[in-house]
């Protein structure tokens, strides 16, 4: 039996990179509803941007957002496979209105060691260990998060593998997560050249 007379819904259009929230969007309701959907600032647009709900109640959309960032929950993410010192990295990540990555919740360490960075584990130049955005350069022992300035000892989450941070020969005030320690962090010379990530808020 096939129903006439509904109204179909495609419900939430969904496409990494476009912000659902800056569409224009008309005819809302029923079939042949339509709209534009624009990709996020750091994304670019292939396509016309235009959505269509059809008659299979399936969205049909004429876009691609590509980004070497990637979004995770409210913020994106790169991986930079460049090598530098942690206070250049920290520069680097500034230039791009962003900073070294503040990592807050076992997730997104997950999500950061895993989705992120793991992909580049198996490359030639290949990627075991980056620098995250806390240091004690300010005040030895006491590491905080450059972005937020919090104390990491005042939050709710840390991955220090075990026996860190130790300050190995009195020379290590900033941290980098390894890979092969399945996403610890260890506190390490701040003049060593690691790859590093940046992240920045999405809006
Ligand atoms: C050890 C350990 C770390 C330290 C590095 C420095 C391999 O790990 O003592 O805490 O940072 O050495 O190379
Ligand atoms: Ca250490």
Known sequence: MSLTGYLIDCGIPYVEGADINSSDRWDAIGIRRQMHLKCYKEFNLTGSGLFSCPSSGKWIADLRCDSEWKIYEDNIYILQELHLNWQQAKEKCEEYQAYLVEINSK??????????????HGKPNRITVFWIGASD????????????KTLLKNTDYTNWNRGEPNDAGRNE????????????WNDFPCKSKLPFVCEKELK
């Open 107 to 120: 997730n997104e360490n997950i999500w950061i060691t895993e989705k992120l960075v793991n992909p580049f």
């Open 137 to 148: 350069i300010k005040q030895e022992g006491s590491f905080t998060w450059s972005k937020s």
């Open 173 to 184: 005030d900033c941290v980098l997560l390894s890979l092969d320690l399945k996403g610890k």
